[in-house]
């Protein structure tokens, strides 16, 4: 630190640290230290790898009756869910009356 109390910035002095050395942090000028094309970077942006299902067939049982691949029902969905309020087993009037009452 200074002796005026204010807070030295190495990139007001040429990034170098207090003591004269050079500052790391400053030293990187170039996108992924130029080791990366920042275009074709920017190209691929998005887009993951790995063993993800990059075709398009993705199954939704939603677009399917509710169904999963292997013709089960798919409780996620309300074509095979309960399609009830909390299952039946609350009134959902009596439930909106008591909103946010307690006791």
Same mark, same amino acid.
């Given at each position: 630190?200074?002796? $005026?109390?204010?807070?030295?910035?190495?990139?007001?002095?040429? %990034? =170098?640290?207090?003591? #004269?050395?050079?500052?790391? !942090?400053? *030293? *990187?000028?170039?996108?992924?230290?130029? +080791? @990366? /094309?920042?275009?074709?970077? %920017?190209?691929?942006?998005?887009?993951?790898?790995?063993? %993800?299902?990059?075709?398009? /067939?993705?199954?939704?049982?939603?677009?399917? /009756?509710? =169904?999963? +691949?292997?013709?089960? @029902?798919? #409780? !996620? &969905?309300? *074509?095979?869910?309960? &399609?009830?309020?909390?299952?039946? +087993? @609350?009134?959902? @009037?009596?439930?909106? +009356?008591? #909103? %946010? *009452? $307690?006791?």
């Amino acid at each position: 630190m200074s002796s $005026t109390g204010e807070t030295y910035k190495p990139s007001e002095h040429g %990034g =170098l640290k207090e003591d #004269g050395t050079p500052d790391k !942090r400053m *030293q *990187q000028t170039e996108f992924a230290y130029g +080791k @990366v /094309d920042p275009h074709a970077a %920017g190209a691929e942006g998005g887009k993951s790898s790995g063993s %993800g299902n990059a075709g398009g /067939d993705n199954y939704k049982p939603s677009e399917h /009756d509710g =169904l999963t +691949k292997d013709g089960n @029902v798919d #409780g !996620r &969905t309300k *074509q095979g869910g309960n &399609t009830e309020f909390a299952h039946g +087993k @609350v009134d959902p @009037v009596e439930a909106g +009356k008591k #909103g %946010g *009452q $307690t006791s």
